[in-house]
């Protein structure tokens, strides 16, 4: 992998297909929303894996084992095994076997993918504190999770054992809306124990180390479309990441964003893996990308036209060079309103 992490929007002479070895992608947002799957993301990933780039599936959700998301994502016409599935429950059960003795009892709290990742690493799951756990694990286990669960844990974490999340995620996005995720389930027992848990989840390195291990990438580009998880997960790993806009993340969030949550690329959906993404380059005070230039003060103005996106990577250039740090001080709302986002 290379060493640095760029945190200005860059351009690609070749598709991005091409020039990355492995996708790392997210789910929710990028490949699904609701159960259903975004429009191009079949075709596109489907032409990606054929034309030799690898594919993962990298999610923050313990729930589902990975059979079972390859499952879905087959189900939705995009071809994937068990083993192109990596979760953040296989991360946090290689997170507590580096701690803990082989077949140590593991206390968990939450769903069968971590029973499954826990005992693919040689450890028992057990349900009770009074089991005699070696370590707790918390992680999503669904809207059916019942409140008890959580005093078990505080049972134990009380005596000693340490505390391991899957992830501190706080909302999770459902067909019917955004539910609490596995992070408001964290702050519960935050708050009766006083205790902080060890986490393993994007955008945290021991999620990234998983995934690689378990890829063999050697070109890999994280795919996805939160700032906060994916794109903060491949400036810890050290690695370039894509951001489509099919998510959470609008433009106004992205201008706004400091730099570990900079994304190499920014492309509408998934069909930019497919594609080469135009170069961003200085003119005079500002930057040009396609048929837009931005320029920044205190303010950021925009000139030009074409393509919407050109001009939002333009004045993600002109706020984050100017910016710095701080790039959220800058007013960018007349320029998006040009831009329609």
């Known amino acids: 992998m290379r060493q640095g992490v760029r945190t200005r929007p860059e351009g690609s002479a070749q598709a ?39 594919l993962a599936y990298v999610t923050n959700n313990a729930l589902r084992t990975p059979a079972a998301v ?21 991360a946090v059960a290689r997170l507590i076997a580096d701690q803990v003795p082989q077949g140590a ?6 769903g069968e993918g971590l029973r499954t990742a826990l005992r693919e690493r040689g450890l028992e799951p057990v349900e009770s504190a009074d089991d005699d756990p070696a370590a707790v694990v918390q ?23 340490p505390w391991f999340a899957s992830n501190t995620d706080l909302t999770i ?20 124990t006083g ?15 998983e995934t690689i291990l378990r890829t063999g990438a050697e070109r890999p580009l994280v795919v996805g479309d939160r700032l906060d998880t994916d794109i903060e997960g491949a400036f810890n790993g ?11 993340t609008d433009g106004a969030r992205l201008l706004a964003a400091p730099p570990q949550h900079r994304p190499t690329y920014v492309d509408a959906d998934l069909r930019g893996l497919l594609t080469g993404q135009p170069g961003i380059t200085r003119e005079g005070d500002g930057f040009r990308c396609g048929g837009w230039t931005a320029t920044a003060n205190t303010s950021l103005e925009l000139h030009g036209d074409g393509e919407a996106l050109d001009g939002l990577r333009a004045l993600c250039a002109a ?13 960018g709302g007349k320029a998006l309103a040009r831009l329609g986002l």
């Not at 499952?71 to 296989?90: F, K, N, P, Y």
């Not at 009892?105 to 939450?110: K, Q, T, W, Y």
């Open 139 to 161: 992680g999503y286990g669904g809207p059916g999770l019942p409140w008890g669960r959580f005093a078990e844990a505080c049972y134990a974490i009380a005596r000693g054992v």
């Open 319 to 331: 706020a984050w060079t100017a910016g710095g740090e701080n790039a959220c001080a800058l007013d």
């Open 70 to 90: 390859a499952a879905h994502l087959t189900e939705l016409g995009i071809r994937a095994e068990a083993a192109d599935v990596v979760t953040s429950a296989q």
């Open 16 to 54: 991005l297909s091409e020039a990355y070895d492995t996708a790392l992608l997210d789910l929710d947002g990028v490949v699904y929303a609701g159960g259903h799957a975004i429009a191009h993301a079949v075709d596109s990933l489907g032409t990606a894996r054929a034309g030799g780039m690898h």
């Open 173 to 192: 996005p459902s067909a019917r809306g955004i539910a609490p995720g596995n992070g408001a389930a964290v702050e519960v027992v935050r708050i009766a």
């Open 238 to 248: 050290g690695v370039d990441s894509l951001l489509v806009l099919t998510g959470v």
């Open 195 to 209: 205790a902080e848990p060890q986490v393993a989840g994007k955008p945290l390195p021991p999620m990234h180390r």
């Open 105 to 110: 009892r593991v206390l968990v709290i939450g």
